[in-house]
């Protein structure tokens, strides 16, 4: 499913994002006329993650990117750019694509332990968010100290307790509480 999302190819290509489609024409016509990519991307570029790296953006699949773009990326033959700017909602960029290759899905065993952390993480970001709009949260969620693992205990936080002590079991906030583990 992820590598129909993704596409089966991976793209290394740069870029160069102007604001108006005449700066785009004008930076192709300095690279038609022997530019170099990288020197007009740290000149011109309006893009602050890639513009110090002569455009670089690495490797990627087109689902990584706008749809304009990610068309115009897999349609440019390698070692070639844009002949036309392609416009996003960022801007108009000059596409370079330097290489092309398979893309690289690693075996769902490999990357198992990401995605159950990833969704443990989702799922509780998700539980404080409905607690936090009830009202229901009080208290910390920073993480205590852990053991030196010489038989000292260390305090790990219980989210999921309940202060009944009061013995009424009514709609009150959740406290957090630490319980130790040896």
Do not use: C
Request: charged fraction near 30%; aromatic fraction near 8%; hydrophobic fraction near 30%.
């Amino acid at each position: 499913q992820i590598k129909a999302q993704m596409g089966d190819k991976e793209y290394k290509v740069k870029h160069i994002l102007v604001e108006k489609e005449d700066e785009a024409k004008d930076v192709i016509a300095q690279l038609q006329k022997g530019g170099k990519f990288e020197d007009l991307a740290k000149a011109r570029s309006k893009d602050p993650g890639s513009k110090d790296r002569g455009g670089d953006l690495d490797w990627n699949a087109p689902g990584g990117f706008v749809k304009p773009f990610a068309d115009a990326m897999a349609a440019t033959p390698k070692g070639k750019f844009t002949p036309q700017p392609v416009q996003t909602q960022f801007g108009y960029h000059v596409i370079l694509v330097e290489d092309v290759r398979e893309a690289k899905v690693p075996p769902f065993d490999e990357v198992k332990p990401q995605l159950q952390q990833r969704l443990q993480a989702a799922y509780l970001d998700k539980y404080f968010k409905e607690l936090r709009a009830k009202g229901g949260v009080q208290g910390s969620t920073a993480r205590p100290p852990r053991g030196n693992g010489k038989g000292q205990a260390s305090r790990l936080p219980f989210f999921f307790a309940r202060d009944d002590r009061s013995g009424q079991n009514d709609a009150k906030p959740i406290r957090f509480h630490s319980v130790t583990r040896t």
